[in-house]
Protein backbone atom coordinates (compact mmCIF):
# COMPACT_ATOMS: atom_id res chain seq x y z
CA UNK A 1 0.00 0.00 0.00
CA UNK A 2 1.13 3.53 -0.79
CA UNK A 3 1.29 6.30 1.96
CA UNK A 4 -1.19 9.17 2.10
CA UNK A 5 0.04 11.63 0.08
CA UNK A 6 0.72 14.47 2.40
CA UNK A 7 0.89 18.25 1.70
CA UNK A 8 2.83 20.47 4.12
CA UNK A 9 0.80 22.55 6.60
CA UNK A 10 -2.00 20.05 6.19
CA UNK A 11 -5.14 21.33 8.41
CA UNK A 12 -6.93 18.41 10.22
CA UNK A 13 -9.20 19.88 12.03
CA UNK A 14 -10.59 23.36 12.19
CA UNK A 15 -13.23 24.48 14.16
CA UNK A 16 -15.48 27.05 12.11
CA UNK A 17 -17.96 27.78 14.97
CA UNK A 18 -15.39 29.96 16.95
CA UNK A 19 -15.57 32.97 14.57
CA UNK A 20 -19.13 33.46 14.34
CA UNK A 21 -19.40 33.17 18.76
CA UNK A 22 -16.49 34.72 19.74
CA UNK A 23 -14.52 38.08 19.13
CA UNK A 24 -10.80 37.05 18.58
CA UNK A 25 -8.42 39.26 19.31
CA UNK A 26 -5.45 37.86 18.43
CA UNK A 27 -4.05 34.31 17.67
CA UNK A 28 -0.97 32.24 18.36
CA UNK A 29 0.70 29.04 17.37
CA UNK A 30 1.29 25.97 20.46
CA UNK A 31 2.46 22.59 20.00
CA UNK A 32 0.32 20.10 21.42
CA UNK A 33 1.64 16.78 23.30
CA UNK A 34 0.33 13.40 21.72
CA UNK A 35 0.44 10.05 21.76
CA UNK A 36 1.74 7.86 18.63
CA UNK A 37 -1.63 6.45 17.91
CA UNK A 38 -2.84 10.20 18.11
CA UNK A 39 -0.64 11.06 15.65
CA UNK A 40 -1.74 8.28 13.38
CA UNK A 41 -5.47 8.89 13.92
CA UNK A 42 -4.27 13.03 12.84
CA UNK A 43 -2.13 12.17 9.73
CA UNK A 44 -5.60 9.92 8.80
CA UNK A 45 -7.45 13.48 8.89
CA UNK A 46 -9.64 12.60 11.85
CA UNK A 47 -10.15 15.32 14.65
CA UNK A 48 -12.91 17.14 15.88
CA UNK A 49 -12.43 20.56 17.87
CA UNK A 50 -16.10 21.12 18.38
CA UNK A 51 -16.51 22.57 22.52
CA UNK A 52 -12.97 22.44 22.66
CA UNK A 53 -11.16 24.74 24.87
CA UNK A 54 -7.62 25.51 26.58
CA UNK A 55 -6.80 26.51 29.77
CA UNK A 56 -5.22 25.85 33.13
CA UNK A 57 -4.49 22.58 34.99
CA UNK A 58 -1.75 22.92 37.62
CA UNK A 59 -0.55 25.55 36.43
CA UNK A 60 -0.08 24.51 32.89
CA UNK A 61 -1.74 25.42 29.68
CA UNK A 62 -3.77 22.30 28.44
CA UNK A 63 -6.17 21.56 25.61
CA UNK A 64 -9.47 19.94 26.79
CA UNK A 65 -12.53 18.22 24.92
CA UNK A 66 -10.55 17.84 22.00
CA UNK A 67 -12.07 14.48 20.38
CA UNK A 68 -9.26 12.38 18.33
CA UNK A 69 -10.67 8.91 17.25
CA UNK A 70 -8.81 5.83 18.30
CA UNK A 71 -6.57 4.38 15.78
CA UNK A 72 -8.13 1.67 14.50
CA UNK A 73 -4.97 -0.38 13.86
CA UNK A 74 -3.80 0.02 17.56
CA UNK A 75 -6.46 -2.06 19.61
CA UNK A 76 -5.50 -2.21 23.12
CA UNK A 77 -2.44 0.79 22.67
CA UNK A 78 -4.85 2.94 21.74
CA UNK A 79 -5.53 6.40 23.75
CA UNK A 80 -8.24 8.29 25.31
CA UNK A 81 -10.73 9.92 23.13
CA UNK A 82 -11.43 13.30 25.13
CA UNK A 83 -8.59 13.37 27.68
CA UNK A 84 -6.32 16.60 28.21
CA UNK A 85 -3.84 17.28 26.28
CA UNK A 86 -0.52 19.74 27.16
CA UNK A 87 0.08 22.39 24.92
CA UNK A 88 3.47 23.71 24.84
CA UNK A 89 4.20 27.47 24.71
CA UNK A 90 7.02 29.55 26.34
CA UNK A 91 6.78 30.25 29.79
CA UNK A 92 6.37 33.87 29.51
CA UNK A 93 3.49 33.47 27.16
CA UNK A 94 1.34 31.02 28.68
CA UNK A 95 1.92 33.17 32.14
CA UNK A 96 0.29 36.18 29.52
CA UNK A 97 -2.22 34.41 28.41
CA UNK A 98 -3.55 32.88 31.15
CA UNK A 99 -3.31 35.89 33.37
CA UNK A 100 -5.54 37.26 30.71
CA UNK A 101 -8.09 34.39 30.88
CA UNK A 102 -8.25 34.86 34.88
CA UNK A 103 -8.30 38.70 34.79
CA UNK A 104 -10.35 39.64 31.75
CA UNK A 105 -12.70 37.45 31.14
CA UNK A 106 -11.58 36.05 28.03
CA UNK A 107 -11.06 32.65 26.57
CA UNK A 108 -8.59 30.18 24.86
CA UNK A 109 -10.44 28.95 21.94
CA UNK A 110 -8.74 26.32 19.44
CA UNK A 111 -9.14 27.52 15.66
CA UNK A 112 -7.52 24.38 13.97
CA UNK A 113 -5.44 21.44 14.21
CA UNK A 114 -2.48 21.31 11.42
CA UNK A 115 0.61 19.52 10.34
CA UNK A 116 3.75 22.06 9.58
CA UNK A 117 6.19 21.82 7.22
CA UNK A 118 8.30 19.79 9.32
CA UNK A 119 5.26 17.62 9.68
CA UNK A 120 4.82 18.19 13.71
CA UNK A 121 1.39 19.07 14.93
CA UNK A 122 0.32 22.21 16.14
CA UNK A 123 -2.60 24.11 17.13
CA UNK A 124 -4.27 27.83 16.36
CA UNK A 125 -5.66 29.68 19.51
CA UNK A 126 -7.30 32.54 19.59
CA UNK A 127 -7.79 34.98 22.91
CA UNK A 128 -11.38 35.35 22.34
CA UNK A 129 -14.22 37.61 24.25
CA UNK A 130 -17.78 36.13 23.24
CA UNK A 131 -20.31 37.54 21.31
CA UNK A 132 -23.65 38.75 21.88
CA UNK A 133 -26.54 37.32 19.39
CA UNK A 134 -26.95 41.58 17.87
CA UNK A 135 -23.14 41.29 17.31
CA UNK A 136 -23.79 37.90 15.69
CA UNK A 137 -26.65 39.39 13.71
CA UNK A 138 -24.25 42.42 12.65
CA UNK A 139 -21.54 40.22 11.32
CA UNK A 140 -24.31 38.08 9.23
CA UNK A 141 -26.34 41.30 7.65
CA UNK A 142 -22.28 43.09 7.31
CA UNK A 143 -21.10 39.06 5.31
CA UNK A 144 -24.67 39.20 3.12
CA UNK A 145 -23.47 43.17 2.08
CA UNK A 146 -20.19 41.93 1.01
CA UNK A 147 -21.58 39.54 -0.94
CA UNK A 148 -24.04 41.36 -2.57
CA UNK A 149 -21.66 44.17 -3.31
CA UNK A 150 -19.68 42.01 -5.08
CA UNK A 151 -22.30 40.51 -7.28
CA UNK A 152 -23.27 44.17 -8.29
CA UNK A 153 -19.85 45.02 -8.90
CA UNK A 154 -19.08 41.80 -11.07
CA UNK A 155 -22.13 42.69 -12.66
CA UNK A 156 -21.57 45.55 -13.87
CA UNK A 157 -18.49 45.80 -14.87
Same mark, same amino acid.
Request: proline residues 3%; charged residues 35%.
Given at each position: ?????????????????? @????? /?????????????????????? @?????????????????????? /?????????????????????????????????? @??????????????? @?????????????????????????????????????????
Amino acid at each position: MSKPSETPGRRVAQNRRA @RHDYF /IDERLEAGIMLAGTEVKALREG @RASLQDAYAGELQGELFLFNAY /IPEYRAANRFNHETRRPRKLLVHRRERDRLLGAV @RREGVTLVPLALYFN @RRGIAKIDLGLARGKRQYDKRQDLKERSWQRERQRLLRDKG
